[in-house]
C-alpha cells in the first residue's frame, strides 16, 4: 500500500484516538504505559521471551494482518503468549533489530465504568510510531550497505493493570505498516 494512502489512515486512526473524553490519568501511569511500550520493542531487540512475558498477559493478543499483504506475518490474529511469544522471536532470530518509539499518546480508562465486569482492573489504550531498523547478523557492521531494511509502522496497544499494585501489561497489539524500505531479503520477503 502507498505511503499516500496509509498516512491519512494512520492520521483519522490518531485523531480519532486522541478525540475521545480523555480520562484523568496520572503522571506516573503515564510513564509506566510508555515504559511497557518501550520494554515491548526492547524485548524483541534483545529478543528476550523472559521480558516479553512480564509485558504482556497469558491471553495475549498480536494482530500483524495488515503485514500478511507482504509476506509477514499471519492473516488472522494470534492469540496466547506460548504461540506469539516464540514466534515472534524466531522471526527475529538471524536479524539485528533496532526499534525506535516515539509520538505517544496514551488514554486510560477505570475499570469502574458503569457496566465494567472488570472492576478491580484498569485500562488503557496507546499508539505509537516505530520505525524498526532490521539487519542481517553481522561479523562486521560495514559488511555491506544493502544488509538492512527499514519500516515504519503504527503501533496500537490495549493494556490491562489488575489490582492497585498491579503492572502495566498489554493485552492486544496491532501493528500497521507505513511504508518499507531497503533489501527485503532481509526479512526473507525476497522479490
Not at 509506566?32 to 534483545?46: E, V
Not at 561479523?139 to 515504519?152: A, D, H, I, K, Q
Request: proline share 5%; charged share 20%; hydrophobic share 40%.
Amino acid at each position: 500500500m502507498k505511503l499516500s494512502c496509509l498516512l491519512p489512515k494512520a492520521t483519522l486512526i490518531l485523531h480519532t484516538a486522541s478525540s475521545q473524553p480523555t480520562p484523568v490519568i496520572s503522571s506516573a501511569d503515564t510513564a509506566d504505559i510508555a515504559s511497557t511500550l518501550l520494554l515491548f520493542y526492547r524485548s524483541l531487540d534483545l529478543k528476550s521471551d523472559p521480558l516479553l512475558r512480564t509485558i504482556t498477559t497469558t491471553n495475549f493478543t498480536f494482530d500483524g494482518t495488515a503485514f500478511s499483504s507482504i509476506g509477514i506475518g499471519a492473516p488472522v490474529p494470534l492469540v496466547g503468549q506460548d504461540v506469539i511469544i516464540p514466534g515472534l522471536l524466531e522471526g527475529f532470530k538471524n536479524l539485528t533489530t533496532m526499534h525506535n518509539v516515539g509520538n505517544f499518546n496514551v488514554t486510560a480508562y477505570n475499570g469502574n465504568k458503569k457496566g465494567d465486569r472488570h472492576a478491580e482492573e484498569e485500562r488503557a489504550n496507546a499508539t505509537a510510531y516505530v520505525l524498526a531498523y532490521h539487519y542481517k547478523a553481522l561479523e562486521v557492521p560495514r559488511e555491506s550497505p544493502r544488509n538492512n531494511y527499514l519500516m515504519g509502522t503504527l503501533f496500537l496497544g490495549d493494556l490491562v493493570k489488575k489490582g492497585e499494585k498491579g503492572k502495566w501489561k498489554f493485552e492486544r497489539v496491532e501493528l500497521k505498516p507505513f511504508f518499507q524500505s531497503g533489501n527485503s531479503d532481509v526479512m526473507g520477503l525476497g522479490q
